[in-house]
């Protein structure tokens, strides 16, 4: 019988440890444990700086639906860090994610998991995929394709048309699987190359897609590139597209102030502009987080005293007479603060 140095490392530890029955399942059979965690099965190369990760979810997976992503928690030196990511797979086949090394947890994930190792996972989420037309349009940038690969997969459009930009052809994600859905007549593709043929500009989409009135759009890639497409299609009277962000729009700085953490006595001084997520890793809290940008709500946490300032658009969240729960990626000072962490 082949035992893993890992395993018996954790029934070591486990040995001079007080354990309930569940913790020797978590061990043992980690799958199958209390947490909901996965197994990297499989690892290859999408572009020189993406990778697919395929993933063999716990007994407590529920699926996925097309469009949908998922949260895995990585453990970096130590500390656990948790990220969202688009599901790339059909629903009846493995969840897959997509990862280009921008970032801390993604060029971990992009350079250092191997298949074999274990992830923390939680179900999967969001709803841009829920409204499904027989006819669409996906604008998409970068990493951006990542959901619609899901729903591509999927087959959930029957006639659909790709608007994909990518710096160059080999920077294309999927760019191959892409180019024999197009061959095969599934979907209609068109590649914009903005090294050589520079960014798209939403005027042009009229031209390239002489039908885009009577379909319905997904839009999925920098905010500039959504803000854009947006502001003209409103400005168009066109159908107003459905997206979805990887970052959050930021309002301008506001007064920032000290951040005081009363479970650790720990106090931040700082901006405007930084978030107390930020606030709190800079002095050494470990504060609980997901997505990192106000999606996923693993951040949430009370605001005991004072004001914070939300960074996407501003409003002002006040601690009066009781705790209130905020968001702390995506929540920054708003003069002197308390946060129960």
Not at 153 to 166: P, T
Not at 208 to 217: E, F, G, N, S
Not at 253 to 264: D, K, L, P
Not at 282 to 303: A, F
Request: glycine share 10%; net charge negative.
């Amino acid at each position: 019988m082949n035992v893993s140095f890992d395993l018996v490392r954790s029934l070591a530890s486990a040995a001079v440890t007080p354990l309930v029955p569940a913790d020797y399942v978590d061990l043992i059979s980690p799958l199958h444990g209390r947490s909901l965690r996965a197994r990297v099965v499989a690892k290859r190369r999408e572009t020189p700086r993406a990778v697919t990760l395929e993933l063999q979810p716990g007994s407590g997976w529920k699926g996925h639906v097309p469009g949908q992503y998922l949260r895995l928690g990585v453990d970096i030196d130590g500390v656990r860090h948790w990220r969202a990511y688009s599901l790339t797979s059909a629903p009846w086949h493995a969840p897959t994610i997509t990862v280009t090394d921008q970032g801390l947890v993604s060029s971990h994930l992009v350079h250092e998991v191997e298949p074999g190792q274990i992830l923390q996972l939680d179900q999967a989420a969001g709803q841009f995929g829920a409204r499904v037309a027989d006819r669409a349009l996906f604008i998409t940038a970068g990493s951006g394709i990542t959901p619609v690969m899901g729903m591509l997969r999927s087959g959930v459009v029957h006639d659909a048309v790709v608007v994909h930009s990518a710096r160059l052809a080999d920077d294309v994600i999927f760019g191959t699987e892409l180019r024999q859905m197009a061959a095969a007549g599934r979907v209609t593709l068109i590649e914009r190359h903005t090294r050589r043929e520079g960014r798209l500009q939403p005027a042009e989409i009229a031209a390239l897609v002489p039908d885009v009135a009577h379909r319905q759009t997904w839009v999925c890639g920098p905010n500039e590139l959504i803000d854009a497409v947006v502001e003209f299609f409103a400005a168009q009277g066109l159908p107003q597209p459905e997206y979805e962000r990887f970052r959050p729009v930021l309002a301008p700085a506001g007064t920032g102030g000290e951040v005081s953490f009363s479970r650790t006595a720990a106090v931040a001084d700082v901006d405007g502009a930084t978030s107390l997520l930020e606030a709190g890793e800079s002095v050494g809290v470990l504060m609980p987080h997901g997505c990192r940008m106000g999606i996923c709500y693993g951040c949430v946490t009370p605001l005991t005293q004072g004001s914070v300032r939300d960074l996407r658009d501003g409003a002002v969240t006040t601690a009066d007479d009781e705790p209130v729960l905020i968001q702390t990626c995506i929540n920054a000072a708003a003069g002197p603060c308390t946060l129960d962490v």
